[in-house]
């Protein structure tokens, strides 16, 4: 404080009138991640930023930029919710003038650019609260996992525990919502459960995660938007509503990164030496279609000084024949995403 540094919230004990001294807990440490969070908030100048000429901003621009991308890798490092949830409020309503100085000087593209990024830190809190971890093996390169839910009562989809997480998610999208829209930035949050079957293993090259289909239908009940299964090989954003589902029946999402030996003759002289996947979800061992497209992100490693701009996701069809589906490299990320509106092989080429 006699620095004049951000003091990150600390949650103490109740107190009444007859605790003693000697009784009381001593406040929690904040960790060396809230620390930090809480000096990116103190270096905020939203005087600064008001004054700011048009080179000052850039520059100003590009600093705070860079502090909320490291603020969004603090956050997955803090366990409670209720923490990241308090630094970020602080961190938005300091630095969402930000947006609003942009678009006056007439940097409408830096302005979508910082409300992304503000929307990023709100999205990582979000995560806290609606990550699903599955356990998996992490010396197999051949991972089957499952979702497991706990015991569920006559009548309900999902058990008490998984169904208060749904509820809770919603809520979290809504107060994320709020503090971006009051002060002043478009809010892009949705309540997406994330389901985590990663191992972090390099070695993966096959994975298959069974989902109940109470579950899925537990989401659209809850007005959850989408869930994305995070695995080794793919993260795969599934749309509520985009499977038609009955209970007692469960879904296959597989994702192989495979080799090309597999191929035919014909598929290797079209795809050459370009990454090949193939994708599935199947309900109780049936293809099933989509309502909706599902969005697909696969790690990709490109060449020294390749065009990224140029990476282009292709469907494999049955005859060999390539038909493009369009895809976009996430620097940030390392991942090629596309939208899928049938799954089967792609590959991913330069």
Known sequence: QDAGGYIPPITTPDEDETTKPEDKEEPEEPSAEE???????????????????????????ESLYADLERAVELI????????????????????????????????????DEFTDALNAIAQAVLKKVATFRVEVDEEETVIEAEVKLGDVEEGELVDAGTRQMLKDIVLMAQELTSIL??????????????????????GVTN????????????????????????TDVAVINIPSGSIELEKGKDLLVHAEKLDKEQLSDDIKKVVGDNPIYDFSITVNGENIEFGKSI?????????????????????????????????VYDEKTGMVIFEAEHFSQYAIKL
């Open 35 to 61: 620390k930090e969070i809480g000096d990116i908030i103190a270096d905020i100048d939203a005087e600064a930023i008001d004054a700011a000429s048009a080179e000052e901003l850039d520059k100003l621009t």
């Open 76 to 111: 997955e490092g803090i366990e409670s919710p209720e923490v990241v949830l308090e630094l970020a409020k602080t961190l938005i309503e300091k630095s969402a003038a930000m947006v609003g100085k942009l678009e006056e000087a007439g940097k409408v593209p830096a302005a």
């Open 181 to 202: 829209e009051n002060n002043g930035v478009e809010s892009r949050i949705e309540p997406v459960l994330h389901i985590d079957a990663c191992s972090g293993s390099d």
């Open 207 to 230: 994975v298959d995660l069974s989902i109940p289909s109470e579950l899925m239908m537990a989401l659209e009940e809850e007005g959850i938007a989408s869930v994305t299964v995070m």
């Open 295 to 327: 969005q697909v992100a696969v790690p990709y490693t490109p060449a020294e000084n390749a065009d990224t701009e140029k990476i282009t996701v292709f469907y494999i069809g049955k005859d060999g024949v390539l038909e493009n589906v369009i895809g």
